[in-house]
């Protein structure tokens, strides 16, 4: 259902609104395999991407997420849905760059009220993702690893 979510002309980043709510909640290793699998994967899937584009951007803005999480440990909802919104700007100005360099194109831009309305509804499904992401830490937890 998700998949299909548009408001007017506009979608949602599902991939990385939720990467960046499992980066911020999880952790910085649950991110960025979320970031990595998630932009190859729609690399794969969408026509027209280079591969590895859409992963460069998204580890690199998950990175970036959690940096921003660890200083305002714990995560509150308002602050990865925050985080969400700011970062979706440069999500999709970093992706356009990418896409214009790998392909050797023209930058092409995006009208502002489009973009608002994209990371309006990033931060929704980023602060939707987060009571989910902290369901499923607690019911599985952090794996227990050898202290050195």
């Known amino acids: 259902m998700l998949t299909h979510l548009q408001v007017g002309s506009v979608r ?3 991939v990385f609104a939720m990467g960046i709510a499992v980066a911020m909640v999880l952790g910085f290793e649950s991110g960025m395999t ?5 932009g190859v994967s729609l690399d794969l899937l969408l026509p ?10 998204l580890v690199l803005l998950v990175a970036l997420a ?3 999480a660890r200083v ?3 995560p509150r909802l308002v602050f990865v849905a925050a985080t969400a919104i700011v ?10 760059a990418v896409l214009s360099l790998a392909n050797g194109s023209a930058f092409t831009g995006m009208a502002v ?9 990033n ?12 369901a499923l830490e607690l019911r599985f937890g952090e794996p227990d690893r050898l202290a050195w």
């Open 12 to 14: 949602p980043d599902l």
């Open 34 to 38: 979320w970031a990595f699998v998630g």
């Open 48 to 57: 027209g991407q280079v591969l590895g584009s859409t992963a460069l951007t």
């Open 66 to 68: 959690s940096l921003v």
């Open 72 to 74: 305002l440990w714990p």
């Open 87 to 96: 970062l979706t700007f440069g999500y999709h100005l970093m992706s356009q």
């Open 113 to 121: 009220g489009d973009l608002v309305v994209i990371a309006l509804l």
């Open 123 to 134: 931060g929704i499904i980023a602060g939707l993702t987060v009571p989910a992401a902290r």
